[in-house]
């Protein structure tokens, strides 16, 4: 292989700024902003691509494929320990599935491995800390430790089988924390143990309950006896009670809530005074059927593996909202009745359009929606925050039908229902990330993260005024942590071009920004406890992730901390994709996608291979290390024998905005094979690709992507892969689908127009289909279907290739060696 040049041009114009729309009570997303999207190709900077050793393994499908601890076994999770004075990352163990822990700081290379003993001193599962505490905390493997800042030993508070967690600050010297349905206090200084609260779903006992029946009511009228009894136990009772009430050193706070319910989350405020206690029907979510046949066991028998349900099968889910009084022992429901747009019917049109292809007449309704706490899926953070001040506390709803989000307040001494501080409404749905939100530290001020403009920005409220848009532009702003001053805010976004992502800072007050780094790639960060570092995660188009760390002072440069890519993967001379940007014939805003081109100077028509990512939400054409990792390698196989690939960010991709994620709602797999469209039309126009030897694959999202291209544009590809893949939604889980298809129950309309298996009868090329058969994920079931569909569709050029002991993401490296080289001779043969 031919070493490449690359080069990188940097974007010097910034982006036009995004539109802002705030209101208090009801904000919607809007169209994107008019921007002159940068379409400038980007490449790798040979300075930053891999150094190249002398080439010492050979590039073969074989070496792909095998286990990816040949690569190096790069750093993971990256933190600071608790007291913050070590850098720290989880390294897998060459050979196994362990991962060690590892302390590393400058100049100290890959650090060294911590010893077992030392684990619960570097490492948490939770941890607090905050500058008006004289103390850290945290819980390593349930128990609960504390530290006194600046100096002293780590101090063991638990020690019991117990698991503990929702761990927070109590009162003043204290810290408090969950095991099971019960809240605990210790102090930190003294060691005082307390049980704060308990709740039960349960009836509350009762000494003496009145008779149930008849003969009951006739044995307390003719027995003596009965009625001393029942007398005795309510004495017993009020004497209990009354020790409850008088006297302090007695745990009295014990709820019983409906005995119908279940758990959904708990929090306690720092004062100790209330707690919120929010439960859901306690019913089954999936079936007797609902399993998954396991064919390769230990004993040779056959296991039924139990599995979620599907979406097909969803019912409605209502959270209910408790506060707890632990002053008086009281407790109440909170309503959602004063949320504006509660019993809003948002699905009045699509309700309407799918009754009238029924021959129905559909009336719109204004019945209370079903709503909940929303649990974001990438951001950690809880959906119940109070203050510091003990009295306010914030909670993050949703709907059920995924079309608003409220960030609701509460206090908690003088209130009885919510207060709106934001709504978001959006006609698709709802994104399930950028929901992150907090308190500033020294005032009753929220912040949150929204997609209102178009562009998931930072916002901060105060609880009684307007809210205030500190960032905007098209770009994305994640990941963001308030400094402890409440003067700035650091965050992860995509500023200057939609594959890059570097870390910034931002005065809250002023909205003035600054770049912290200038890495030009994909990079993560954690603050420093004491805010003077960052601790870095920084990859490129062909460097896996490795650490760096930031001194937070002026004019300071990254420094990188490990060195752990082998010296076998650095030998290799690795095509770098270039990030392009394709015009779309749909949209203003161009198709960002890789493109891998052969490096030879043949004049000769080429063959292509259009890899489709999977998930759907999620970027790729990026410039730093993919998770697609084998694939990037087996696409610089494909360009060494002349193949060009292309790898598009197609609409519904991570990266680029509401828009373009929201482009697919109620029709998966039209706006993406309109993008592939375009996609093939540009590598045929400008990279010298035969229209007639083009062929796609991809997983998961991927496969179904490659379903719906050979099914509905047969001559768009002359062949096509589809692994671990989709062929009706109907069968997939409930978060995911029922956001972009709404319910089968509510939708079918959008199911049958996003299924594969209802347009079988549009292939007509060559189909290769790769199902492993314990996929939790996505059920070996929808690859069976579609077979016997195209069976009875009497189809010929079809094959399926299982994988016995494979989930959704294969693990066996000959697995991964079969299913390419599957896909290979796939593409061998009809391109």
Request: charged share 25%.
């Amino acid at each position: 292989m031919n070493k490449t040049k690359l080069s990188m041009t940097l974007i010097a114009a910034a982006f036009v700024s995004g539109c802002v729309a705030t209101a208090a009570d009801s904000n919607t997303v809007s169209a994107s902003p008019s921007s002159n999207f940068n379409t400038t190709t980007m490449t790798q900077q040979t300075a930053n691509a891999a150094p190249q050793q002398a080439q010492s393994v050979e590039l073969t499908m074989e070496q792909i494929m095998s286990d990816p601890d040949w690569l190096g076994r790069q750093p993971q999770d990256a933190f600071f320990s608790p007291d913050g004075k070590s850098m720290m990352y989880y390294r897998k163990r060459e050979g196994s599935v362990i991962r060690d822990l590892y302390a590393t700081g400058i100049g100290q290379g890959n650090g060294d491995k911590v010893p077992l003993a030392s684990l619960h001193e570097m490492s948490f599962d939770e941890k607090i800390d905050d500058k008006d505490h004289d103390f850290i905390a945290w819980i390593y493997e349930g128990d609960v430790f504390a530290k006194m800042r600046g100096a002293g030993a780590t101090i063991q508070l638990t020690r019991d089988a117990a698991i503990a967690r929702n761990l927070s600050y109590f009162q003043e010297t204290g810290i408090s924390y969950q095991v099971g349905n019960a809240f605990y206090a210790i102090d930190v200084k003294t060691g005082r143990y307390q049980q704060l609260l308990s709740w039960a779903f349960a009836d509350k006992p009762q000494a003496v309950k009145p008779p149930k029946d008849y003969i009951a009511q006739e044995q307390l009228k003719l027995i003596q006896y009965e009625n001393v009894q029942r007398k005795n136990r309510q004495d017993t009772e009020d004497m209990r009670n009354a020790i409850k009430s008088a006297n302090a050193a007695v745990m009295s706070s014990e709820f019983y809530l409906d005995k119908n319910y279940q758990n959904v989350l708990a929090s306690i405020s720092p004062s100790g005074n209330h707690a919120i206690v929010v439960t859901r029907d306690n019913v089954e979510t999936r079936s007797d059927t609902d399993i998954m046949p396991d064919y390769i066991e230990e004993d040779g028998r056959i296991a039924a593996k139990p599995v979620r349900q599907r979406v097909a099968d969803a019912k409605p889910v209502n959270h209910y909202v408790y506060l707890l009084d632990l002053q008086n022992g009281t407790q109440r429901k909170i309503s959602y009745v004063n949320l504006p747009g509660y019993n809003e019917d948002v699905l009045e049109d699509v309700k309407r359009e799918n009754a009238e292809r029924r021959g129905e007449t559909y009336t719109a309704n204004r019945l209370p929606r079903d709503i909940g706490l929303l649990f974001d899926w990438y951001n950690t953070g809880m959906p119940i925050r109070w203050h510091d001040n003990g009295t306010d506390v914030a909670l993050m709803l949703e709907a059920w039908d995924n079309k608003d989000r409220w960030l609701v307040t509460l206090d908690v001494a003088e209130d009885t229902s919510f207060t709106t501080q934001h709504r978001l409404h959006d006609d698709a749905w709802i994104n399930y990330r950028f929901n992150q939100f907090g308190w500033l530290e020294d005032s009753e001020t929220l912040y949150y993260l929204s997609e209102e403009s178009g562009y998931a920005h930072l916002y901060v409220k105060p609880l009684e005024g307007e809210a205030r848009q500190i960032t905007s532009g098209t770009y994305l702003v994640d990941n963001v942590r308030i400094s402890g001053d409440d003067n700035h805010a650091y965050y992860k976004a995509n500023k200057k071009h939609p594959g890059i992502y570097e870390i910034y800072r931002t005065n809250l007050t002023t909205g003035e920004s600054v770049a912290l780094t200038n890495l030009n790639g994909m990079t993560d960060f954690v603050v420093s406890p004491n805010e003077d570092a960052l601790l870095l995660t920084h990859s490129k188009l062909t460097m896996p992730p490795e650490l760096y760390t930031l001194e937070l002072t002026a004019d300071a440069q990254a420094q990188k901390l490990s060195s752990t890519v082998s010296d076998a993967y650095l030998s290799i001379d690795w095509q770098a994709p270039s990030i392009v940007a394709i015009p779309s014939s749909h949209t203003e805003q161009p198709i960002y996608s890789r493109v891998y081109l052969p490096t030879d100077n043949s004049t000769e028509k080429r063959r292509a291979v259009v890899f489709n990512h999977g998930a759907g939400y999620l970027q790729n054409a990026h410039m730093g290390w993919s998770g697609y990792f084998r694939e990037y390698m087996y696409h610089n196989l494909l360009v060494s024998q002349g193949y060009v690939v292309l790898d598009m960010d197609f609409r519904a991709s991570a990266g680029y905005g509401r828009d373009w994620r929201t482009a697919i709602y109620r029709q998966m797999g039209t706006p993406e094979i309109q993008d592939l469209k375009d996609g093939v039309d540009w590598i045929v126009e400008n990279a010298n690709v035969d229209r007639g030897r083009i062929g796609t694959y991809g997983g998961s999202y991927g496969g179904f992507l490659t379903f719906m291209a050979l099914f509905n544009e047969p001559e768009l590809f002359q062949a096509g892969a589809a692994l671990r893949p989709v062929s009706d939604w109907a069968h997939y889980n409930t978060p995911y689908t029922s956001n972009i298809l709404n319910t089968p129950d509510v939708d079918p309309i959008a199911y049958e127009r996003s299924s594969p298996i209802y347009f079988a009868e549009g292939l007509n090329k060559p189909l290769l289909m790769n199902a492993p058969m314990v996929d939790d994920n996505v059920f070996f079931v929808d690859v069976v279907r579609l077979v016997q569909r195209l069976i009875e569709l009497e189809k010929e050029d079809f094959e399926t290739a299982i994988y016995p002991v494979e989930p959704h993401g294969f693990v066996q490296p000959s697995s991964w060696l079969d299913e390419y080289r599957r896909i290979h001779k796939l593409f061998e043969t009809h391109l």
